[in-house]
């Protein structure tokens, strides 16, 4: 099995620090909540992140999509160090310190680009039993900019080194161009891109940044409600997630030399993915409903471990069988948080 080398899998998207706490069905009712969705936070929400933190038990981790499954990718690969880069927006605040801190204790090379106008991203999640809702207020994160960050020749250079490529769907409501750019360079190259539909608001309105980056996305992931809303949104007429996976699979590709690989996570169900011409079911690692602490950053862990074992250049099944793994090791923790070391044969 190849060693990947030092910036091999690169990442960009939204650095938040994420706040969870447990709270209960009033809670969410006054903000207006759904239970296991994800939304960006608007002026309704500003009272939310001030009542959260008096809760008793607040936890605080590093979080933001991308940024936990590359971080998920390196605890997977162990050695060496920095395999995974990581870029994105804070600000020159105490969270931005925090999540500094953390990216080197997970031996991430993170190139934050730091601006004082807006402070570091958070995110609310709010913990009723086994489900989560959350609730992001970007700030900083929404500051990224191309021109001041990725097209530095310093910056780029990271982003030539690197053979896998991932960012969050979440990351078009910020900087488009900016994966446009990412995305092109790895089909132009013959590298491998990814991305994931992150959320059903992705789908419904960032439709049309959606569908330019994907002629260039070698490997799409997603929910099961993610699908079912991307599946609505392009007209696909099927509610059958084979069906809608292999939609995906044959929509327009720039990159001709790599088939459009689709996964599906269903929860506890089976993992959907396309395999050539055929969809495949996998199923999950079984786990006590008990054992269950916080599905927060499931689905962010699941690519996390995927990717560990695609910069490994495994088979598709073993890329599945690691992504079971990592996913089923976070759900037993609170936050998108990893022992020291993973138990993965």
Known sequence: MPTPSENTLFGMGNPLLDISAVVDKDFLDKFGLKLNDQILADNNHKALFEEIVKRNKVEYHAGGSTQNSVKIAQWMIQEPHKVATFFGCIGTDNFGEILKKKAEEAHVDAHYYEQNEEPTGTCAACITGDNRSLVANLAAANCYKKEKHLDLDSNWELVKKAKVYYIAGF?????????????KHASDNNKIFCMNLSAPFISQFFKEPLMKVMPYVDILFGNETEAATFAKELGFETDDIAEIAK???NLP???TKRQRLVVFTQGKDDTVATVGEKVTMFPVLDIDQNDIVDTNGAGDAFVGGFLSALVQEQALEECIRAGHYSANVIIRRVGCTFPEKPDFQ
Do not use: D, G, W
Not at 172 to 177: I, M, Y
């Open 253 to 255: 590709k720039e990159n």
């Open 247 to 249: 939609k995906t699979q």
């Open 171 to 183: 990351f078009l409501t910020v900087s488009p161009e900016s994966i446009l750019k990412v995305a």
